[in-house]
């Protein structure tokens, strides 16, 4: 079954540009959650602002969530065993002690727009969050929603990690909706974004081999801006010189982050454009980017 799915909604958090979770969220409730699930819960709210009434529309079990995060629980977690070793369990905070589950970060989010379609957590290298997207907007293709909100969100790394230095902090939520659903409410279309996934294996890597993933992406994107988000491993670097020299290289932080922000990015200046990602794990994503359509 094939869904036109839409962009109705986008909201980024960007902590950077200042963030006060009690103006964003309200005064009370928020406090205790971590810094990444207020992030996401603030992009959220955006987002569904930006996409107006759509939430009254859809019923609550169509209502779903996906959500991509590599390091949300990376500072949380390393307190958490700090406590343990340098304490005792007991001395863990009730309050965020439920957090040692990854799932924990989007549960919230449910809770707040009763997305009771379903709450998926992807947590694969640097593409998780376009992966959301991808497995958001199969789940709607398979009739098991009917509305989505897919994104990425981000905290700063225990300073013991690697990669500390390039740690990403904020969010993206994108709101998705079929196509007939919004004509029929007179809503407006933001645009769209398709995802396609593959992995690219570190070792053996040749030019072969990354012209036979790459080929099938240039036939289904067309002639259209590249935007990397790349490292400086051995696929990232693969993947954005395969593009050619045209590409923009967008250097990748520690999580998912970025390649969300970038779709983001492009959807508000209006112009099409393949955002693509990797890690050095080798895996890998492509996002076609096709701002307007109403």
Aim: glycine residues 10%; aromatic residues 6%; negative net charge.
């Amino acid at each position: 079954m094939t869904v036109d799915l839409v962009v109705t909604g986008v909201g980024v958090v960007d902590p950077a540009a200042g963030f006060d979770y009690k103006v964003e969220l309200g005064k009370r409730g928020y406090k205790y959650l971590p810094s990444a699930s207020q992030y996401l819960l603030a992009a959220t709210k955006r987002a569904v602002a930006d996409a107006g009434d759509a939430l009254a529309t859809v019923p609550e079990e169509s209502r779903a969530a996906a959500v991509g995060t590599n390091c949300a629980a990376s500072a949380l977690h390393a307190q958490m065993d700090r406590t343990v070793i340098d304490a005792d369990a007991n001395d863990l905070s009730p309050a965020t002690a439920p957090y040692f589950s990854i799932n924990l970060f989007g549960s919230r989010l449910a809770t707040e727009h009763a997305l009771k379609g379903f709450n998926l957590t992807v947590t694969s290298p640097r593409v998780a969050g376009l992966e959301a997207v991808q497995a958001g907007g199969r789940s709607i293709a398979l009739g098991r929603a009917g509305w989505l909100v897919a994104g990425a969100a981000e905290e700063a790394l225990d300073p013991a990690e690697p990669g500390a230095d390039t740690a990403e902090t904020g969010a993206v939520a994108i709101v998705f909706e079929p196509a007939a659903a919004v004509a029929a409410r007179g809503g407006r279309v933001l645009g769209r974004c398709v995802v396609r996934t593959a992995f690219l294996a570190p070792t053996g890597l040749t030019p072969d081999l990354v012209a036979g993933v790459i080929g099938p992406v240039r036939a289904w994107a067309g002639d259209v801006p590249v935007r990397a988000v790349v490292d400086s491993s051995p696929v990232g670097e693969a993947l954005a010189a395969a593009f050619g020299p045209d590409t923009t290289v967008v250097r990748a932080g520690a999580g998912c982050l970025r390649p969300m922000a970038e779709v983001a990015a492009v959807l508000a200046a209006g112009e099409r454009a393949l955002v693509v990602t990797a890690a050095a794990q080798g895996n890998v994503a492509f996002a076609l980017v096709t701002p307007g359509g109403n």
